[in-house]
């Protein structure tokens, strides 16, 4: 007699011994795309790390070109320094070596003036200008240290003892002055120089004129330059014995010439430290991708979407060197995008949606089928890290300035979650996508404008546009974007 | 190494560990994967997800219950996603008969000839006969897991076993007569 079993029972028995290998090459492709995760994971890390070490290296060199530019600028116009006497103004030739002879009996000792010269700070204005020229007020501020030594004793066949003692005197000069130029008359010694006359005056007054015109020519070349030379030649003949008072005889008219423009430096130099800001924002953001491919699913990209405005918050720090900068800080994003489901078929695949554990497409299915305007609405909160490079665009004296940044954020997902209402029914979480990658990085580009309301504190609007470069798991054809308005004010520290 | 050691080293992505265990458990993975897979390609396609997951989620498997059947969840999980967006578009009759029987004879029949059979039903039916017949699933938690009621569950089960009837019925007659006429 026949043995009868229920068929799935003689199923299953049978195949208890079904015993089968895959092929080979289904561990080769497990492996690479394992090592693809493990790659993915590593650039995770490794571009933001490269971008910061990167973004520091140039705020560094930045920095230290700068440093080196003030150091220039200071050590070059030591022809524009002055001395003590407050009369003093600019682009009058001092000379940064000043040789003397003192003479005792028959020898003579030679003494070498050299003179550190800083410049602490600067700043031109325009005051007036006509068709031949144009007129600034500039003002400069040095620190000035004189250091004197010895270097050797010879014999000379004659000197004149007077000379040695006023000439020794203004080496006590220790520090310095400030002086406005051009524009400024001296009030002190308003004597203009007109001439060898007024040359010859001046070396009575100091006694010994009786140098060797030798002197004279050797010292000029050292200290002068060739621009102001010209406009200063006079004035240096005298110098070698006294060159404070030298500068007063300047005549006015010269220094307004354009060659006084040259130089003056057309960046004004301004020994500071980096300008450090912290600011507060908020805005609005909006999320779509550039291509209009769905971000939740492939299945819905020719349905119609809408991009509800969602929040952008958060607090970054800035640092600027001049024009440069960079800045870093933390951050919350909202994400929204909502696509109008089709009432015949509401959602074709639920492959990238995880449905909550108490829900089914049934359901769901049942749930809509007799509403209106049925929307899925994706919802991506972000925790952001951005790293941003700022160029000023425009940064002067005047109160609004502009400026462009750009960067890398990494995005730690916060919040992933799926959303289905229509008219009928109100908004009903469904579940998550399953293709949402837990870290992001997204390029920043953005503008900033901000307005100085005081010299502390700036309100500010920056718009800004981020492409998510690694939104998804798996392969996806949307090119997620947002663009939001970072508006806010802050402070300076 | 026992395990342990690999569940260990895989946590760690050591890809030595990660081999050891695909070469332990492949086997019996690609089995289940068949059960549920249209053909062989696709059952390859669905071990090779279960893998990735696996390896990617190992760190989450907390030791409660055996490790071979969370490993096989997971392959059965894949094929469900796999074929669950067809599940749903095919219309479902609700219709409930009495036991599908078949005899030793009927049923003796080369293993990969079952095996097409199941895999030539459509994908709701091999799915509810999978989960409930090979996999000892209740009809509950097939609902859940599919999306679908219990009686529909049900009814997908026995149109099913029905199909198979009729295919296994078919051929052993026409394999009896083969191998009497040799």
């Known amino acids: 007699m026949e043995n009868k079993s229920e068929i799935g029972k003689a199923i299953k028995d049978k195949l208890t011994h079904l015993d089968e290998a895959p092929r080979d090459f289904v561990w080769s492709k497990i492996e690479k795309d394992l090592n693809k995760k493990r790659r993915r994971r590593f650039l995770i890390w490794f571009i933001p790390s490269v971008l910061l070490i990167g973004l520091l290296s140039t705020v560094a060199i930045v920095n230290d070109k700068d440093q080196n530019e003030i150091n220039e600028t200071a050590k070059a116009p030591t022809h524009l320094l002055q001395d003590k006497d407050k009369t003093k103004k600019q682009n009058v030739e001092q000379p940064k070596k000043t040789e003397i002879k003192k003479s005792n009996s028959n020898d003579t000792i030679l003494i070498r003036k050299s003179k550190d010269v800083k410049l602490i700070k600067q700043s031109s204005k325009l005051v007036s200008s006509t068709n031949e020229y144009e007129e600034y007020e500039v003002t400069k501020k040095y620190k000035i240290t004189i250091r004197k030594e010895k270097v050797h004793i010879k014999e000379t066949p004659k000197t004149n003892p007077t000379k040695t003692n006023k000439t020794s005197k203004p080496l006590a000069v220790k520090k310095t002055s400030y002086g406005k130029t051009t524009s400024a008359k001296p009030k002190s010694k308003p004597k203009p120089v007109k001439g060898k006359k007024s040359l010859s005056q001046t070396s009575k007054k100091k006694t010994e004129t009786n140098l060797p015109k030798k002197t004279a020519a050797t010292t000029t070349p050292e200290t002068i330059e060739p621009k102001v030379a010209e406009t200063t030649i006079p004035v240096k003949t005298e110098e070698k014995k006294d060159s404070i008072a030298s500068v007063d005889s300047i005549p006015v008219k010269k220094r307004r010439t354009p060659k006084i423009q040259e130089t003056v430096p057309e960046k004004i130099v301004v020994n500071n430290p980096p300008e450090r800001r912290v600011h507060v924002y908020y805005g609005p953001a909006i999320f779509s991708s550039l291509n209009n491919q769905s971000l939740i699913d492939p299945s819905l990209s020719k349905q119609p979407t809408s991009k509800p405005v969602s929040a952008f918050y958060g607090v970054y720090i800035k640092i600027m060197y001049r024009k440069t900068g960079f800045r870093v800080g933390f951050s919350h994003l909202n994400l929204k995008t909502s696509t109008l489901l089709d009432q015949n078929e509401l959602i074709p695949s639920y492959s990238n949606i995880e449905l909550k554990s108490d829900l089914s497409p049934a359901i769901i299915e049942s749930t809509f089928a007799n509403s209106n305007n049925t929307e899925l609405t994706q919802t991506l909160s972000y925790y952001e890290l951005p790293i941003e490079f700022n160029y000023a665009i425009k940064k002067d004296k005047s109160r609004f300035n502009i400026e462009a940044f750009g960067g890398l954020s990494t995005m730690l997902l916060q919040t992933n979650n799926l959303e289905m209402r229509s008219d009928e029914i109100a908004s009903r979480s469904i579940g998550t996508s399953r293709n949402i990658s837990k870290i992001n990085i997204a390029s920043n580009v953005g503008l900033g404008f901000s307005y100085e309301l005081t010299k502390k504190i700036q309100i500010e609007i920056n718009p800004l546009f981020k492409y998510y470069m690694n939104t998804f798991k798996d392969d996806n054809d949307a090119k997620p974007y947002s663009l939001s308005l970072q508006s806010g004010f802050s402070y300076k520290f | ?182």
Request: glycine fraction near 4%.
């Open chain 2, 1 to 182: 190494m026992n395990l342990d050691q690999l569940i260990k080293g895989c946590i760690k992505q050591n890809r030595q560990a990660q081999e050891q265990l695909y070469q332990v458990y492949k086997n019996v993975l690609f089995a289940q994967s068949l059960k549920y897979c249209q053909n062989r390609d696709e059952a390859e396609d669905n071990l090779h997800d279960a893998f990735i997951e696996i390896f990617t989620n190992i760190k989450n498997y907390k030791g409660k219950g055996s490790f071979e059947g969370w490993m096989k969840r997971i392959t059965i999980n894949k094929a469900i996603n796999r074929y669950k967006k067809s599940y749903f578009l095919t219309p479902i009759i609700e219709d409930h008969q009495q036991e599908e029987i078949v005899t030793d004879k009927e049923i003796d029949l080369p293993l990969d000839v079952i095996l097409s059979f199941i895999q030539d039903l459509p994908n709701q039916y091999r799915l509810v006969f999978n989960l409930y017949e090979l996999d000892d699933y209740s009809h509950q938690e097939i609902a859940s897991l599919l999306g679908i009621s219990e009686s529909t569950s049900k009814s997908n089960l026995h149109r099913a076993k029905h199909l198979l009837k009729e295919k296994i019925k078919s051929k052993s007659t026409f394999y009896n007569q083969t191998k009497n006429g040799k």
